[in-house]
């Protein structure tokens, strides 16, 4: 069974670019999670979806961060547009189950290294 | 709100030395406590957890003990390899809402032969 993937495993772009980055979570899992570390802080969540849905999205930084999942499928977080500061490593995670149930452990990808020049 | 602090690295041993890596949280309720570990190039995977006090997570010859009286969750292997070179991630959830982890800073832990 596939993992979870994440394009592109590294991204150079300039201040004032656009980027966007995709995750494909494991085959049938409705829950989505995006997380960003920043270099050498703790990796900080940003959203959760529940298929297409929303279902959290406190930890997002600002409104030059936009995520979607459309179909319930993939998930892209776009960046526009970029500053220093988005320079990070950002991780995609999945699960089944999100509650106290049982299938709620999060399978991680191996994470976009986003460098902002 | 809730936190976990863990040593500083990079944490640099020979190939069968003992590995502690010292982890301590705050959190307002009672927490389940996670160690994940990413490997170069790979996804962060969960290495072990605890859900209650005493309780100790192990999984590949790490362990790590859940104190609530010391509220920390240190990890520990007796006789580390190269293989173990990674980053090791100390985290928490609260088991009265989602389960999104909060998570420290990470530890990178460097084995030489």
């Known amino acids: 069974e596939a993992g979870v993937t994440q394009f592109p495993s590294h991204s150079v772009i300039e201040k004032g670019q656009t980027v966007t980055l995709r995750c494909d979570p494991i085959?049938?899992?409705?829950?989505l999670y995006w997380y960003r570390r920043v270099m050498g802080k703790e990796i900080k969540f940003l959203l959760h979806?529940?298929?297409?849905?929303?279902?959290?999205e406190s930890g997002m930084p600002n409104n030059r961060f936009l995520a979607e999942r459309t179909g319930g499928t993939y998930s892209t977080l776009k960046v526009q547009p970029a500053e220093l500061e988005d320079s990070g490593v950002y991780f995609c995670a999945s699960s089944q189950g999100w509650d106290r149930g049982a299938n709620n452990e999060q399978f991680f990808g191996p994470g976009t290294r986003l460098t902002v020049l | 709100g809730d936190s976990v602090t863990q040593m500083e690295g990079p944490v640099t041993l020979s190939e069968e030395a003992f590995l502690t890596i010292n982890c301590t949280y705050t959190?307002?309720?009672?927490?389940?406590l996670f160690w994940y570990v990413q490997y170069p190039g790979e996804g962060l995977q969960l290495l072990l957890k605890a859900t209650k006090a005493d309780d100790k997570g192990s999984n590949k010859g790490f362990e790590a003990t859940y104190r609530k009286e010391t509220t920390s969750f240190h990890l520990e292997k007796g006789s580390v390899q190269v293989s173990d070179s990674a980053v090791y991630f100390c985290a928490l959830s609260d088991r009265g809402g989602s389960y999104i982890p909060t998570f420290g800073r990470g530890t990178s832990l460097i084995v030489h032969p």
């Open positions: 959190a307002t309720g009672y927490p389940s």
């Open positions: 979806f529940v298929k297409e849905s929303k279902q959290d």
């Open positions: 085959s049938g899992h409705d829950n």
